[in-house]
């Protein structure tokens, strides 16, 4: 790195998380909400301005560019990747960041909702980063760190190194992409106009992590078809399909199989939405575990639950679909080893030790593995996502933009 150089991550950043992108998981268009391509098309504008020639936006929001190769090596080209989307568990719109500059190591309360406390004592990522510049939402909103802090430092990165030809790297491919927060967020991109290679989400958390792993994850939804009658005469006769929803909620055990009583490997069934009438109720759930045979365990369970609920109302009827939503990206990187070890290198070389950590979850790079695009996750500073208490490190951002410019010489370095 030029240490004369001036990082525009910051500056990129709380303009980015300015704009409304909030993605809608009922939606059936796609994007699922228009106002993700608001920032799109910034992005866009920002990429021409830096120089490159070939940055656009597709119908489906997709932002594709291309970092011309410096090398006359035969590089393999490399993706990088993030979302543009934020999450529809808290509010996006008007956000209003702020920089906490050296931070002092206390409790941070949001201004605008002084009951909004980041305290030190629930997130102790955040005690280690005492010094640092810390940048939170005003308390209304969550912030958009996840997935802005990645956008902000591809396009920081990208600018760099076309200020500086003399950094050797292969061709890289960017792609931003909207609806990752809903599950769809590769689900209409050109892997023929893309032309990469190998792939990397930068998207996710703590200084140094380095993901190679994810759950897999598919979507259930129960549809219940109860039988509607007039109240004053229902006895013997009405079946309430809410009533039924909700028994099938209640069946699921309390202290396993759910998000709020599982950590580190344990998968879990976790209803996500439930609304209906009387005579038709759905209930949506989430499955997830990091191997597919335990999902598959876990959706049978689901459906003997759904099954035995009915037996104790004649005359109601339900159906049970499964959706396949993304799968453990471990399956394809195993076969690819030299990944994740350019990214452990370059992690290193960014003057940080790597951390190898699974996710609770998922990311573009899930199904992009699947895609042909074997796709690990790289930290960006992230933390306390989907939530009003999200937070990010300003230095964490930078070093997670020096982890890229390492990274693109690692493979040009071992080509």
């Not at 070939?54 to 119908?59: L, S, V």
């Not at 090398?71 to 956000?95: E, F």
């Not at 509607?228 to 055990?253: C, M, R, T, Y």
Request: glycine fraction near 6%.
């Amino acid at each position: 790195m030029d240490k004369n150089y001036v990082y525009s991550v910051t500056e990129r950043f709380l303009r980015y998380v300015q704009i409304d992108t909030q993605s809608d998981p009922l939606s059936h268009t796609f994007p699922s909400t228009a106002k993700q391509k608001d920032l799109a098309r910034l992005l866009v504008r920002e990429l021409h301005e830096i120089g490159i020639t070939d940055a656009a936006m597709d119908d489906h929001g997709y932002v594709y560019a291309t970092i011309p190769a410096t090398s006359s090596k035969a590089v393999p080209v490399i993706c990088l990747c993030a979302h543009m989307d934020t999450a529809s568990d808290c509010s996006g719109a008007n956000v209003k960041p702020i920089l906490h500059k050296a931070y002092d190591g206390s409790d941070i309360v949001l201004p605008d909702d002084p009951a909004q406390v980041i305290r030190v004592a629930e997130h102790p990522y955040l005690a280690d980063k005492k010094g640092d510049d810390i940048i939170t939402a005003s308390g209304w909103t969550l912030l958009g760190a996840d997935n802005k802090a990645g956008v902000a430092e591809i396009m920081d990165a990208a600018q760099y190194l076309l200020q500086h030809p003399e950094v050797p790297h292969g061709r890289i491919r960017i792609l931003f992409t909207p609806d990752e927060e809903v599950g769809r967020g590769v689900q209409h991109v050109d892997m023929e106009r893309l032309g990469a290679q190998f792939g990397y989400t930068m998207d996710g958390g703590e200084l140094g992590s380095l993901e190679d792993e994810t759950f897999s994850a598919d979507g259930v939804n129960i549809t219940i078809h109860g039988i509607s009658v007039h109240p004053g005469v229902a006895k013997d006769k009405l079946v309430s399909a809410i009533k039924i929803a909700a028994e099938i909620v209640e069946a699921l055990p309390k202290d396993i199989l759910s998000p709020e009583t599982t950590a580190d490997r344990q998968g879990f069934i976790h209803p996500v939405r439930i609304e209906g009438i009387v005579e038709k109720a759905e209930i949506d759930f989430i499955i997830r575990d990091f191997t597919t045979k335990e999902l598959e365990a876990h959706e049978f369970y689901l459906r003997k639950v759904m099954e035995s609920t009915l037996k104790r109302h004649p005359g109601a009827t339900a159906t049970f679909r499964v959706t396949e939503q993304y799968r453990n990206m471990k399956e394809v990187l195993d076969q690819h080893p030299q990944v994740v070890a350019c990214a452990e290198e370059a992690i290193r070389r960014a003057g940080i030790r790597p951390l190898r950590m699974s996710i609770r979850g998922g990311t573009d790079g899930s199904r992009l593995s699947f895609m042909g695009l074997p796709c690990p996750n790289i930290f960006t500073g992230e933390m306390a996502l989907h939530s009003k208490h999200e937070y990010v490190s300003v230095q964490d951002m930078q070093k997670a933009v020096d982890t890229i410019i390492q990274l693109v010489q690692v493979w040009e370095e071992r080509s």
